[in-house]
């Protein structure tokens, strides 16, 4: 047992207790320890229940029938129950992007084809919870909805705000100075001018009835109106979210992305103008994208006709009317890969003419077109001919030139300074020359064309600045050099510097382009089907098309929208041992559905200015060659469903150029054809086919032409001479065996027909099952791009064989482990492969919408009329399974059942389905009957070939899921606990839409599901959260998933199955990980999952209600529901019943967790946490703190508890957490040690230093000035204690401390206040101490930090940036040596000259024009390095910073004034208002803002009336303090915050003189305080006070009631001797120069000082101090003098010693001046009091050491008959104390001062 943790040993152990019981004594703790961690203590008829265990739940559903509602309505009424309407399933039409949606034109379809086009077209079925928005995942604190809820925040005026700078303030002063009368106009030292001063100042206001004998409880009724009026409501909208927050919080579950149509990156690419020095005839151009490192052809063509309207003229007899869609000259292009690869290659054609291509391009290359004309004639003949060869050879074409643009290039440099010197900048952004035209350019050029082949960079087309290039250089194209893999070799070609293209004489032309980013939602955009993309507001408008990416690697998307389309891309021909004579060779392509010519489907899609289908396509011509290649692209329409008979038809045609006689245009001379199906599966792929010389035969299509026919002629002996490649990009065709194999079988059971033709396959009725199941488990073969492309589909088919098991030969086959299992393995392949592609849960997104969007159960289809998916009505075959699977012996879930096998997967079989119905139906443990009903499905249908009457029915989904995973084991298990969440929200959807369509989601929720089921959720759940908890060290990821599944999971079972039973499963979980929890040695991963899956849970956005706010805690022993929640909150706390209540409330009890179940949840975690002894724990403060911050700030900003009343309900369920923040004052961050030791806001101590250096009087003088006895700050007492427990707590950072003490806030500023009273009075001193140090804390914390220190904060951040800045300047520049060095230098010429002029101009202006791009991108990028903030984000923060400082403090004082009334009503515990009193005054020594300062005086004021004593007679030190920080704020330079401070200050002298007739005490404090403020204030303005004492003058003069008593000139002779010191202090700072009159000054400090004998004393040493500095030790000697007499006259009231002197009568030799120092006035204070007379010198010893520097001073004055005198008074206190040594020492003085005089006298 010895091995066994301290953590295990620790918990719920009675000694344990016994160890805390006497921790908690030496601490000061509260019993509240032990009442939380083993509830015992008062509780007594509680069973108890350590906080380490979870408590059974309250069942939720009885209790709400039991307790019915008192409440009518309103907000009370919602927290009680949810709102009807919180689940709706909704159906929401698809958008769709084309003004009509794409489906096929047949009206017949086959079964696939339907269901795809259904499951292309069909509304989303989506579940909505309409609240779900309220939970805390969607907390405003944590979305950037902060900066809305902190509109209209008033500004709080704070003085550190207000303070003037430097410059501004001296001037202030000086200007002061001047108007207050200097002091050498009046006499020196005379009060007169002081007092002249005084009574010509202003007072600030007095405030109304101040002097008026209020009642008490009027007071605190006024005072309270006025702080309740316009607070801010929503504390946490002030407090910045925790850290965390910056990623996403892990209980939000973001909405999937709706399913839609892949794109990839968008690319707008307009054709302008193509212009050539020569027109002679049309010319017609084509697009398209390739990728070199692919060697793929990443896009569609794109064909454009730029012809002018008298070249396509000569066309007319050959072209048809054109339809207005091929007549686009813009194309939008979507690039899914960006690289450094991708060209954009133009191609052009023109009609074919006699002659090759190099002959034909002749002319074009040396015409010149300024030599027109020159060269007329020639011009002339030439249009002549092409005139001539249109006429006869329009329809055909012949290769002509290309070229090719190196997109990033252009990308890149429209999006940098990447600009090339030698390019000639025409317009904005418009560019000349493609790479071709640079060749010559200078290096710079060339070297832009190097950098692009540096590997791949990240390329981003969605950005960059648009671009028009002026293509000027064509290649004419080589006819042995058409094909692809030529085309590919010239691209890589192009990027080396020394291309072999660049020595080839080139076609000059020009071409117009213009690229760019596409725009969000084009206008006038088709799509590659040619339907109308949505917003065509004209249909006369010339169109952009979209043209069809094909990706250059596999992109995983669902299919979303109806596409079916062909590609035939002939490549080659080989005729060259054919006979006969076949030069000019052009393949006519066709698609045919029959073998008659006529055939032929017009379904070839036109290429430009032409119709829009056609029913044939043409090759081009390559002249005279037997064995051309081809680089054609036809694309094809193809129909939905395809025959046997579909096939493409290819007819070689040789055409006759010259015009002979008797020669036909074109001659036949080979045939061939590919069929469409292969046993029934699309063919695609590279063919290499054989060409038949004749006509094919009859019935041709149907074989293909490998197969040798007999009496067929062949070329080449039917080797394979034509190679051509199809393509099709269809979302019907999965294009993949397995899956086409599967939909084949299941629509082989939805058609009933048999046998059935898979491949070369015929599968009979009695081989269907083995080869369906083989089919489903072969699914995992199949590629995984087609599986996703059709993964809707897919995962629809799987649910439905799972939901109606198909009836093969008579029996039922249950698929559902098989189907499970298909479903499992498909999830994690993409799972694994798609791992770019899951959110912060692992869930994928795919499948994530999957379910959200498209899932929904089988047979409720809300508008077909057919129950099934697409027409699974009718002979459907389909039956129900009855629950035969076997469980697991271990779930104890005995139930009869009727079949039982031990193999899963084949149920008994009976004779006849009538008798399994029987059976199904008369075992009374499987009567599913009632799920049945309602569900929609078909009534009667056949079943086999044996029609019965029993009804047809479904199973249910989730009920066979939840079943399956229960049965299942091994890998499957594996696979499902993989992706648990996908099943989970599978299971989540189904039940509520069973709910939905059986109507049930009104019913009670009791009986919303089948106990059966909820037996399999119970043991699901149970079974994960053992894997949990077993597995949490192994696989750390995986369980990290299945942990907030599980927590999602149960989140939704909230909002639709009974809730006590969700609660219990809860506890289930709980209780599995505490169990594990005590045997491990390092806890804190295990309890961080459990944080996590706690935090998931209570973001239901109903947890509120969840908790039973209104429920009143009553003890199981007397239940009383007869109270009702309305009246208990009327009715006060009466009975003992209620007393009980309230600790309840307080504290974490049984009856406590139990009803308000989830909240006890999380205030216990915090419990267990925070709790010092808690080892190993240590880890997780800040997380379960940031649960508890984030669930209560989530509720702050709910605008369904927005009602006071209703926070108030809610603040309830967190009254523990006062009680565990109590706990854990120990370990808080201390907030006050930042507090420099007088107190003073850490602001202003900042301040303090930066300006030493130049400030007007040093620190030592000011403390000299300050006198010693200011009373130091230190932190309270209680604080001091906790290192006494033994060990040290480990504190909690900044952070967390900080988010603790704001939920305290929240919790005590919405409270109910007579709750919180009437706990306060159950509490005992040292915890309600306890509370008042917490608060004490929380003033320190939200204290406001003040403009400045942003500002300074700010400045430091904005150096970082700027760093930042030039980094990324130098990256965005690139690294080329010369280049940056000249960018860099021109930086520098242009920081330096004002007009940045110094550059070439010409540069100049073309570098600022480009920054003004980069710009921007520099913006985005600083977002992370956070940007130096702006004057108005500074603003704003220093406003929210000002209110939230103001409204935490305001909540302090709240919660102070309900423990004052608590001590009044009680009429005990007086001793905490001390602490009370602390808590007052530090909040007046921090920062704070005019509003709550008036407050807070108030308070103070009402607290002085109420319990004068407490400060005169007790708190004494208290008493000072409170004179120190009124004199302070009397300074301030905010008149408000100035006549507050002047009324209480007046008040607390006339209480002070009303107690005792006499306020000496105050007048002492309010000097000394004075003088610690003079001394010690840095910027300290005598103005503001002088108002003031002004206000309190006025105050003395208004006060009636006292008229008659000496208390108005005791009043009057404070003010002027304070205001005297104060001119003269200030005075002194400016006399630093002069030591006359510095000594004069501090003379009339010292006198002002007469009735505070301690300052007075510190003032003579200061002046003794100063004197001997300048050698004048006679005047020094005299200081010293008297301050002996002072101290003299004060020993003599305090010890009656004989041989002591009498007080200043004594040293009347000396100097008969010192009589001044005797202590006879009427307000001189008893040096017994406590504080007065304390320093060192009121002693013995001090008043000898002060005699013995006097005579050492006198003695080198010269003085010697002085020194006598002094030793006269000393002597006989040594001999009292037989100090023999001194006399010795003093005789010996003497003798030396007498021979002095005698050696004087005698000389």
Same mark, same amino acid.
């Given at each position: 047992?010895?091995?066994?943790?301290?953590?295990?040993?620790?918990?719920?152990?009675?000694?344990?207790?016994?160890?805390?019981?006497?921790?908690?004594?030496?601490?000061?703790?509260?019993?509240?320890?032990?009442?939380?961690?083993?509830?015992?203590?008062?509780?007594?008829?509680?069973?108890?229940?350590?906080?380490?265990?979870?408590?059974?739940?309250?069942?939720?559903?009885?209790?709400?029938?039991?307790?019915?509602?008192?409440?009518?309505?309103?907000?009370?009424?919602?927290?009680?129950?949810?709102?009807?309407?919180?689940?709706?399933?909704?159906?929401?039409?698809?958008?769709?992007?084309?003004?009509?949606?794409?489906?096929?034109?047949?009206?017949?379809?086959?079964?696939?084809?339907?269901?795809?086009?259904?499951?292309?077209?069909?509304?989303?079925?989506?579940?909505?919870?309409?609240?779900?928005?309220?939970?805390?995942?969607?907390?405003?604190?944590?979305?950037?909805?902060?900066?809305?809820?902190?509109?209209?925040?008033?500004?709080?005026?704070?003085?550190?705000?207000?303070?003037?700078?430097?410059?501004?303030?001296?001037?202030?002063?000086?200007?002061?100075?001047?108007?207050?009368?200097?002091?050498?106009?009046?006499?020196?030292?005379?009060?007169?001018?002081?007092?002249?001063?005084?009574?010509?100042?202003?007072?600030?206001?007095?405030?109304?009835?101040?002097?008026?004998?209020?009642?008490?409880?009027?007071?605190?009724?006024?005072?309270?109106?006025?702080?309740?009026?316009?607070?801010?409501?929503?504390?946490?909208?002030?407090?910045?979210?925790?850290?965390?927050?910056?990623?996403?919080?892990?209980?939000?579950?973001?909405?999937?992305?709706?399913?839609?149509?892949?794109?990839?990156?968008?690319?707008?690419?307009?054709?302008?103008?193509?212009?050539?020095?020569?027109?002679?005839?049309?010319?017609?151009?084509?697009?398209?994208?390739?990728?070199?490192?692919?060697?793929?052809?990443?896009?569609?063509?794109?064909?454009?006709?730029?012809?002018?309207?008298?070249?396509?003229?000569?066309?007319?007899?050959?072209?048809?009317?054109?339809?207005?869609?091929?007549?686009?000259?813009?194309?939008?292009?979507?690039?899914?890969?960006?690289?450094?690869?991708?060209?954009?290659?133009?191609?052009?054609?023109?009609?074919?003419?006699?002659?090759?291509?190099?002959?034909?391009?002749?002319?074009?290359?040396?015409?010149?077109?300024?030599?027109?004309?020159?060269?007329?004639?020639?011009?002339?003949?030439?249009?002549?001919?092409?005139?001539?060869?249109?006429?006869?050879?329009?329809?055909?074409?012949?290769?002509?030139?290309?070229?090719?643009?190196?997109?990033?290039?252009?990308?890149?440099?429209?999006?940098?300074?990447?600009?090339?010197?030698?390019?000639?900048?025409?317009?904005?952004?418009?560019?000349?020359?493609?790479?071709?035209?640079? %060749? !010559?350019?200078?290096? &710079?050029?060339?070297? /832009? $064309?190097?950098?692009?082949?540096?590997?791949?960079? @990240?390329? =981003?087309? *969605?950005?960059?600045?648009?671009?028009?290039?002026?293509?000027?250089?064509?290649?004419?194209?080589?006819?042995?050099?058409?094909?692809?893999?030529?085309?590919?070799?010239?691209?890589?070609?192009?990027?080396?510097?020394?291309?072999?293209?660049?020595?080839?004489?080139?076609?000059?032309?020009?071409?117009?382009?213009?690229?760019?980013?596409?725009?969000?939602?084009?206008?006038?955009?088709?799509?590659?089907?040619?339907?109308?993309?949505?917003?065509?507001?004209?249909?006369?408008?010339?169109?952009?098309?979209?043209?069809?990416?094909?990706?250059?690697?596999?992109?995983?998307?669902?299919?979303?929208?109806? %596409? !079916?389309?062909?590609? &035939?891309?002939?490549? /080659? $021909?080989?005729?060259?041992?054919?006979?006969?004579? @076949?030069? =000019?060779? *052009?393949?006519?392509?066709?698609?045919?559905?029959?073998?008659?010519?006529?055939?032929?489907?017009?379904?070839?899609?036109?290429?430009?200015?032409?119709?829009?289908?056609?029913?044939?396509?043409?090759?081009?011509?390559?002249?005279?060659?037997?064995?051309?290649?081809?680089?054609?692209?036809?694309?094809?329409?193809?129909?939905?469903?395809?025959?046997?008979?579909?096939?493409?038809?290819?007819?070689?045609?040789?055409?006759?150029?010259?015009?002979?006689?008797?020669?036909?245009?074109?001659?036949?001379?080979?045939?061939?054809?590919?069929?469409?199906?292969?046993?029934?599966?699309?063919?695609?792929?590279?063919?290499?086919?054989?060409?038949?010389?004749?006509?094919?035969?009859?019935?041709?299509?149907?074989?293909?032409?490998?197969?040798?026919?007999?009496?067929?002629?062949?070329?080449?002996?039917?080797?394979?001479?034509?190679?051509?490649?199809?393509?099709?990009?269809?979302?019907?065709?999965?294009?993949?065996?397995?899956?086409?194999?599967?939909?084949?079988?299941?629509?082989?059971?939805?058609?009933?027909?048999?046998?059935?033709?898979?491949?070369?396959?015929?599968?009979?009725?009695?081989?269907?099952?083995?080869?369906?199941?083989?089919?489903?488990?072969?699914?995992?073969?199949?590629?995984?791009?087609?599986?996703?492309?059709?993964?809707?589909?897919?995962?629809?088919?799987?649910?439905?064989?799972?939901?109606?098991?198909?009836?093969?030969?008579?029996?039922?086959?249950?698929?559902?482990?098989?189907?499970?299992?298909?479903?499992?393995?498909?999830?994690?392949?993409?799972?694994?492969?798609?791992?770019?592609?899951?959110?912060?849960?692992?869930?994928?997104?795919?499948?994530?919408?999957?379910?959200?969007?498209?899932?929904?159960?089988?047979?409720?289809?809300?508008?077909?009329?057919?129950?099934?998916?697409?027409?699974?009505?009718?002979?459907?075959?389909?039956?129900?399974?009855?629950?035969?699977?076997?469980?697991?012996?271990?779930?104890?879930?005995?139930?009869?059942?009727?079949?039982?096998?031990?193999?899963?997967?084949?149920?008994?079989?009976?004779?006849?389905?009538?008798?399994?119905?029987?059976?199904?139906?008369?075992?009374?443990?499987?009567?599913?009957?009632?799920?049945?009903?309602?569900?929609?499905?078909?009534?009667?249908?056949?079943?086999?070939?044996?029609?019965?009457?029993?009804?047809?029915?479904?199973?249910?989904?989730?009920?066979?899921?939840?079943?399956?995973?229960?049965?299942?084991?091994?890998?499957?298990?594996?696979?499902?606990?993989?992706?648990?969440?996908?099943?989970?929200?599978?299971?989540?959807?189904?039940?509520?839409?069973?709910?939905?369509?059986?109507?049930?989601?009104?019913?009670?929720?009791?009986?919303?599901?089948?106990?059966?089921?909820?037996?399999?959720?119970?043991?699901?759940?149970?079974?994960?959260?053992?894997?949990?908890?077993?597995?949490?060290?192994?696989?750390?990821?995986?369980?990290?998933?299945?942990?907030?599944?599980?927590?999602?999971?149960?989140?939704?079972?909230?909002?639709?199955?009974?809730?006590?039973?969700?609660?219990?499963?809860?506890?289930?979980?709980?209780?599995?990980?505490?169990?594990?929890?005590?045997?491990?040695?390092?806890?804190?991963?295990?309890?961080?999952?459990?944080?996590?899956?706690?935090?998931?849970?209570?973001?239901?956005?109903?947890?509120?209600?969840?908790?039973?706010?209104?429920?009143?805690?009553?003890?199981?022993?007397?239940?009383?529901?007869?109270?009702?929640?309305?009246?208990?909150?009327?009715?006060?706390?009466?009975?003992?019943?209620?007393?009980?209540?309230?600790?309840?409330?307080?504290?974490?009890?049984?009856?406590?967790?139990?009803?308000?179940?989830?909240?006890?949840?999380?205030?216990?975690?915090?419990?267990?946490?925070?709790?010092?002894?808690?080892?190993?724990?240590?880890?997780?403060?800040?997380?379960?703190?940031?649960?508890?911050?984030?669930?209560?700030?989530?509720?702050?900003?709910?605008?369904?508890?927005?009602?006071?009343?209703?926070?108030?309900?809610?603040?309830?369920?967190?009254?523990?957490?006062?009680?565990?923040?109590?706990?854990?004052?120990?370990?808080?961050?201390?907030?006050?040690?930042?507090?420099?030791?007088?107190?003073?806001?850490?602001?202003?101590?900042?301040?303090?230093?930066?300006?030493?250096?130049?400030?007007?009087?040093?620190?030592?003088?000011?403390?000299?000035?300050?006198?010693?006895?200011?009373?130091?700050?230190?932190?309270?007492?209680?604080?001091?204690?906790?290192?006494?427990?033994?060990?040290?707590?480990?504190?909690?950072?900044?952070?967390?401390?900080?988010?603790?003490?704001?939920?305290?806030?929240?919790?005590?500023?919405?409270?109910?206040?007579?709750?919180?009273?009437?706990?306060?009075?159950?509490?005992?001193?040292?915890?309600?101490?306890?509370?008042?140090?917490?608060?004490?804390?929380?003033?320190?914390?939200?204290?406001?930090?003040?403009?400045?220190?942003?500002?300074?904060?700010?400045?430091?951040?904005?150096?970082?940036?700027?760093?930042?800045?030039?980094?990324?300047?130098?990256?965005?520049?690139?690294?080329?040596?010369?280049?940056?060095?000249?960018?860099?230098?021109?930086?520098?010429?242009?920081?330096?000259?004002?007009?940045?002029?110094?550059?070439?101009?010409?540069?100049?202006?073309?570098?600022?024009?480009?920054?003004?791009?980069?710009?921007?991108?520099?913006?985005?990028?600083?977002?992370?390095?956070?940007?130096?903030?702006?004057?108005?984000?500074?603003?704003?923060?220093?406003?929210?910073?000002?209110?939230?400082?103001?409204?935490?403090?305001?909540?302090?004082?709240?919660?102070?004034?309900?423990?004052?009334?608590?001590?009044?009503?009680?009429?005990?515990?007086?001793?905490?208002?001390?602490?009370?009193?602390?808590?007052?005054?530090?909040?007046?020594?921090?920062?704070?803002?005019?509003?709550?300062?008036?407050?807070?005086?108030?308070?103070?004021?009402?607290?002085?009336?109420?319990?004068?004593?407490?400060?005169?007679?007790?708190?004494?030190?208290?008493?000072?303090?409170?004179?120190?920080?009124?004199?302070?704020?009397?300074?301030?330079?905010?008149?408000?915050?100035?006549?507050?401070?002047?009324?209480?200050?007046?008040?607390?002298?006339?209480?002070?003189?009303?107690?005792?007739?006499?306020?000496?005490?105050?007048?002492?404090?309010?000097?000394?305080?004075?003088?610690?403020?003079?001394?010690?204030?840095?910027?300290?303005?005598?103005?503001?006070?002088?108002?003031?004492?002004?206000?309190?003058?006025?105050?003395?003069?208004?006060?009636?009631?006292?008229?008659?008593?000496?208390?108005?000139?005791?009043?009057?002779?404070?003010?002027?001797?304070?205001?005297?010191?104060?001119?003269?202090?200030?005075?002194?700072?400016?006399?630093?120069?002069?030591?006359?009159?510095?000594?004069?000054?501090?003379?009339?400090?010292?006198?002002?000082?007469?009735?505070?004998?301690?300052?007075?004393?510190?003032?003579?040493?200061?002046?003794?101090?100063?004197?001997?500095?300048?050698?004048?030790?006679?005047?020094?000697?005299?200081?010293?003098?008297?301050?002996?007499?002072?101290?003299?006259?004060?020993?003599?009231?305090?010890?009656?010693?004989?041989?002591?002197?009498?007080?200043?009568?004594?040293?009347?030799?000396?100097?008969?001046?010192?009589?001044?120092?005797?202590?006879?006035?009427?307000?001189?204070?008893?040096?017994?009091?406590?504080?007065?007379?304390?320093?060192?010198?009121?002693?013995?010893?001090?008043?000898?050491?002060?005699?013995?520097?006097?005579?050492?001073?006198?003695?080198?004055?010269?003085?010697?008959?002085?020194?006598?005198?002094?030793?006269?008074?000393?002597?006989?206190?040594?001999?009292?104390?037989?100090?023999?040594?001194?006399?010795?020492?003093?005789?010996?003085?003497?003798?030396?001062?007498?021979?002095?005089?005698?050696?004087?006298?005698?000389?």
């Amino acid at each position: 047992m010895a091995e066994r943790r301290a953590f295990a040993q620790k918990i719920s152990r009675t000694v344990a207790a016994e160890v805390r019981k006497q921790i908690s004594g030496q601490y000061g703790g509260s019993p509240q320890l032990l009442k939380n961690l083993n509830i015992g203590g008062s509780v007594s008829h509680h069973t108890t229940v350590p906080l380490t265990e979870a408590v059974d739940p309250v069942d939720l559903e009885d209790y709400l029938i039991a307790h019915p509602i008192a409440v009518e309505s309103g907000p009370l009424r919602d927290l009680l129950e949810f709102p009807p309407d919180d689940i709706e399933v909704v159906h929401t039409p698809r958008e769709c992007r084309t003004l009509v949606s794409a489906v096929p034109e047949e009206s017949e379809m086959d079964p696939h084809v339907r269901d795809c086009v259904r499951s292309y077209t069909e509304d989303w079925a989506i579940v909505n919870r309409k609240y779900h928005k309220l939970g805390t995942g969607f907390n405003p604190n944590t979305l950037d909805k902060q900066k809305e809820r902190q509109k209209g925040l008033p500004k709080q005026i704070f003085e550190s705000d207000e303070a003037p700078d430097g410059n501004s303030y001296q001037d202030e002063q000086d200007d002061l100075k001047r108007r207050s009368m200097s002091i050498d106009d009046t006499p020196r030292g005379s009060w007169a001018c002081s007092i002249f001063d005084l009574k010509n100042s202003l007072p600030d206001a007095l405030l109304p009835n101040l002097l008026d004998r209020t009642p008490n409880e009027e007071i605190d009724h006024h005072n309270e109106d006025q702080r309740k009026s316009s607070r801010h409501k929503e504390l946490f909208a002030l407090h910045p979210a925790p850290d965390e927050f910056q990623e996403e919080p892990i209980e939000r579950l973001s909405v999937p992305e709706v399913p839609k149509e892949h794109f990839g990156q968008r690319l707008l690419v307009k054709c302008l103008s193509l212009k050539f020095e020569i027109e002679i005839e049309p010319i017609f151009a084509s697009l398209a994208l390739y990728d070199v490192k692919e060697k793929k052809k990443i896009s569609e063509n794109f064909y454009f006709d730029l012809n002018s309207e008298q070249m396509k003229g000569m066309l007319r007899p050959h072209v048809p009317p054109a339809a207005i869609s091929t007549l686009a000259r813009s194309a939008i292009f979507s690039i899914t890969y960006p690289s450094q690869d991708v060209f954009l290659v133009i191609k052009l054609e023109k009609v074919l003419q006699q002659g090759d291509i190099g002959e034909c391009a002749e002319p074009y290359m040396i015409f010149k077109e300024s030599d027109a004309a020159k060269n007329k004639e020639k011009l002339e003949k030439l249009k002549c001919q092409a005139e001539q060869f249109c006429q006869r050879l329009g329809k055909y074409r012949m290769p002509f030139a290309w070229t090719a643009i190196h997109l990033m290039n252009i990308v890149s440099s429209a999006g940098s300074l990447e600009r090339d010197s030698t390019e000639v900048e025409v317009g904005t952004g418009e560019r000349k020359g493609s790479w071709s035209e640079r %060749r !010559n350019s200078s290096i &710079v050029g060339r070297r /832009s $064309l190097e950098r692009t082949t540096s590997g791949d960079e @990240a390329c =981003n087309l *969605t950005s960059f600045r648009p671009a028009t290039l002026t293509v000027t250089n064509f290649f004419k194209q080589e006819g042995d050099r058409l094909s692809d893999e030529d085309l590919y070799k010239f691209l890589a070609d192009m990027r080396r510097p020394s291309s072999v293209l660049r020595r080839l004489r080139p076609i000059t032309a020009q071409l117009k382009i213009d690229i760019s980013p596409a725009p969000e939602n084009p206008h006038y955009c088709l799509t590659p089907e040619l339907l109308q993309v949505k917003l065509y507001p004209d249909s006369r408008v010339r169109p952009t098309r979209e043209i069809l990416e094909f990706p250059a690697r596999d992109v995983y998307v669902p299919n979303t929208t109806y %596409r !079916n389309l062909l590609y &035939v891309y002939p490549q /080659s $021909l080989n005729f060259a041992n054919r006979q006969g004579s @076949a030069r =000019n060779i *052009t393949v006519k392509v066709q698609f045919m559905y029959g073998e008659d010519p006529s055939n032929a489907m017009p379904v070839i899609f036109g290429k430009s200015s032409c119709p829009e289908f056609s029913k044939e396509a043409y090759t081009a011509v390559v002249y005279h060659n037997r064995s051309p290649d081809f680089h054609e692209e036809i694309k094809i329409k193809l129909p939905a469903t395809l025959t046997d008979h579909h096939h493409l038809l290819f007819t070689f045609y040789h055409v006759s150029c010259q015009q002979k006689q008797n020669t036909p245009l074109e001659t036949p001379v080979g045939y061939t054809w590919i069929p469409m199906l292969q046993n029934g599966r699309l063919k695609t792929g590279q063919f290499c086919l054989p060409v038949s010389l004749e006509k094919p035969p009859q019935a041709y299509s149907v074989l293909s032409p490998e197969v040798p026919l007999p009496g067929m002629k062949w070329v080449d002996n039917h080797k394979g001479v034509f190679n051509v490649e199809v393509v099709a990009v269809s979302s019907l065709h999965t294009q993949d065996p397995y899956l086409d194999k599967f939909f084949a079988l299941v629509h082989a059971l939805d058609e009933h027909m048999f046998p059935v033709r898979i491949g070369d396959m015929r599968i009979m009725e009695n081989n269907l099952e083995n080869e369906l199941k083989s089919s489903i488990s072969a699914l995992n073969s199949s590629q995984l791009e087609p599986v996703v492309r059709f993964l809707h589909l897919l995962l629809d088919k799987l649910i439905l064989l799972v939901v109606r098991p198909p009836v093969i030969a008579g029996q039922i086959v249950n698929l559902g482990q098989a189907s499970f299992e298909a479903m499992a393995s498909i999830i994690n392949r993409l799972h694994k492969n798609l791992d770019g592609n899951q959110d912060q849960h692992g869930r994928n997104s795919l499948l994530a919408s999957y379910i959200y969007y498209v899932f929904r159960l089988p047979n409720t289809y809300p508008n077909s009329p057919s129950p099934g998916p697409g027409g699974l009505g009718g002979s459907v075959h389909y039956a129900t399974m009855a629950r035969s699977a076997v469980r697991p012996a271990s779930l104890n879930l005995n139930r009869s059942r009727s079949l039982s096998n031990s193999n899963p997967d084949i149920s008994g079989t009976p004779t006849s389905p009538d008798d399994e119905v029987r059976s199904i139906i008369g075992s009374k443990g499987l009567d599913r009957s009632n799920s049945w009903v309602n569900t929609g499905g078909p009534k009667a249908a056949p079943w086999g070939s044996n029609p019965s009457p029993s009804a047809e029915s479904t199973q249910l989904f989730h009920e066979e899921l939840a079943l399956q995973w229960v049965v299942c084991s091994g890998s499957v298990r594996e696979a499902a606990l993989q992706q648990a969440w996908f099943f989970f929200e599978l299971m989540v959807k189904s039940m509520v839409h069973h709910l939905y369509f059986a109507d049930k989601l009104d019913a009670p929720r009791k009986n919303r599901f089948p106990e059966r089921f909820m037996d399999d959720v119970t043991a699901l759940v149970s079974t994960i959260a053992g894997d949990i908890v077993s597995r949490f060290q192994k696989d750390t990821e995986m369980v990290e998933r299945l942990n907030t599944s599980l927590a999602f999971f149960l989140n939704d079972l909230l909002s639709i199955m009974d809730r006590g039973f969700v609660f219990m499963l809860i506890k289930t979980c709980y209780k599995q990980v505490s169990s594990k929890l005590y045997s491990l040695t390092n806890p804190s991963n295990l309890a961080s999952l459990r944080l996590d899956f706690l935090r998931i849970i209570c973001s239901h956005e109903h947890y509120v209600t969840l908790n039973l706010p209104c429920s009143l805690l009553t003890p199981p022993a007397s239940p009383s529901p007869s109270v009702s929640s309305a009246t208990s909150q009327s009715s006060g706390f009466s009975t003992n019943v209620q007393d009980q209540k309230i600790a309840n409330m307080f504290e974490l009890s049984v009856p406590f967790r139990q009803q308000h179940y989830l909240a006890g949840l999380v205030l216990t975690e915090l419990a267990v946490i925070l709790d010092p002894d808690a080892e190993g724990l240590f880890g997780l403060h800040k997380k379960v703190i940031n649960m508890v911050h984030n669930l209560l700030s989530s509720h702050d900003s709910d605008p369904r508890y927005a009602d006071p009343q209703v926070k108030a309900r809610v603040a309830m369920l967190y009254l523990p957490l006062i009680g565990v923040i109590m706990e854990t004052v120990p370990q808080l961050y201390d907030f006050t040690e930042s507090h420099n030791q007088r107190g003073r806001p850490s602001c202003v101590a900042v301040d303090d230093y930066e300006s030493e250096g130049g400030s007007m009087i040093s620190q030592t003088v000011a403390m000299a000035i300050a006198g010693t006895s200011v009373p130091q700050l230190t932190r309270p007492s209680s604080f001091l204690l906790t290192s006494s427990s033994g060990r040290q707590h480990s504190t909690f950072s900044t952070e967390s401390s900080r988010s603790l003490l704001i939920c305290l806030l929240w919790v005590l500023k919405n409270a109910d206040e007579s709750v919180l009273q009437k706990w306060f009075t159950d509490l005992s001193v040292l915890q309600l101490n306890r509370l008042l140090d917490l608060l004490y804390l929380c003033v320190s914390c939200f204290e406001y930090k003040g403009k400045k220190v942003f500002e300074r904060m700010n400045s430091l951040t904005f150096k970082k940036s700027k760093d930042m800045r030039a980094k990324l300047e130098e990256a965005i520049l690139g690294s080329i040596g010369a280049r940056q060095e000249m960018v860099r230098r021109s930086r520098g010429q242009l920081e330096r000259s004002p007009s940045g002029s110094a550059f070439g101009s010409q540069e100049n202006l073309r570098w600022r024009k480009d920054m003004t791009h980069w710009r921007q991108n520099t913006e985005k990028l600083d977002k992370s390095h956070k940007p130096a903030r702006s004057r108005a984000e500074i603003e704003h923060e220093a406003l929210i910073d000002g209110n939230l400082a103001t409204e935490a403090n305001l909540i302090i004082l709240d919660t102070l004034e309900i423990v004052v009334q608590t001590v009044s009503v009680t009429e005990s515990k007086e001793s905490i208002l001390g602490g009370v009193l602390k808590v007052l005054l530090h909040s007046m020594a921090c920062n704070q803002s005019a509003l709550y300062l008036q407050h807070c005086f108030a308070t103070q004021r009402a607290l002085v009336s109420k319990f004068p004593e407490l400060l005169f007679e007790e708190e004494t030190e208290q008493c000072a303090d409170l004179c120190l920080r009124l004199l302070r704020h009397c300074s301030s330079s905010i008149s408000t915050i100035r006549s507050h401070a002047s009324a209480s200050l007046y008040l607390l002298m006339r209480q002070n003189f009303e107690i005792g007739n006499n306020f000496a005490r105050v007048k002492m404090q309010v000097t000394m305080s004075l003088s610690s403020l003079v001394g010690t204030s840095q910027n300290f303005n005598e103005e503001f006070l002088r108002r003031s004492l002004k206000t309190i003058l006025t105050y003395a003069e208004e006060d009636l009631e006292l008229r008659e008593t000496t208390f108005p000139d005791q009043v009057q002779d404070l003010v002027f001797n304070l205001h005297m010191i104060l001119s003269d202090t200030v005075k002194m700072k400016e006399h630093q120069e002069d030591p006359e009159m510095l000594i004069d000054l501090m003379y009339r400090i010292a006198k002002g000082y007469q009735n505070s004998p301690d300052l007075r004393l510190t003032w003579l040493q200061n002046m003794a101090g100063k004197h001997s500095e300048r050698s004048n030790h006679a005047e020094s000697a005299q200081c010293l003098v008297h301050s002996a007499a002072l101290v003299a006259e004060y020993l003599s009231m305090l010890e009656d010693r004989k041989y002591l002197p009498v007080g200043c009568v004594t040293f009347q030799n000396i100097s008969s001046n010192v009589l001044e120092e005797s202590a006879v006035s009427d307000d001189v204070v008893s040096p017994d009091e406590e504080g007065i007379c304390s320093g060192k010198y009121f002693t013995e010893a001090g008043l000898v050491g002060l005699l013995e520097q006097a005579a050492a001073s006198f003695s080198m004055a010269g003085m010697y008959e002085a020194v006598n005198e002094v030793y006269k008074v000393l002597i006989p206190i040594h001999e009292a104390n037989r100090d023999a040594k001194k006399l010795s020492t003093i005789h010996g003085k003497l003798q030396e001062a007498f021979s002095k005089i005698v050696h004087q006298v005698t000389f």
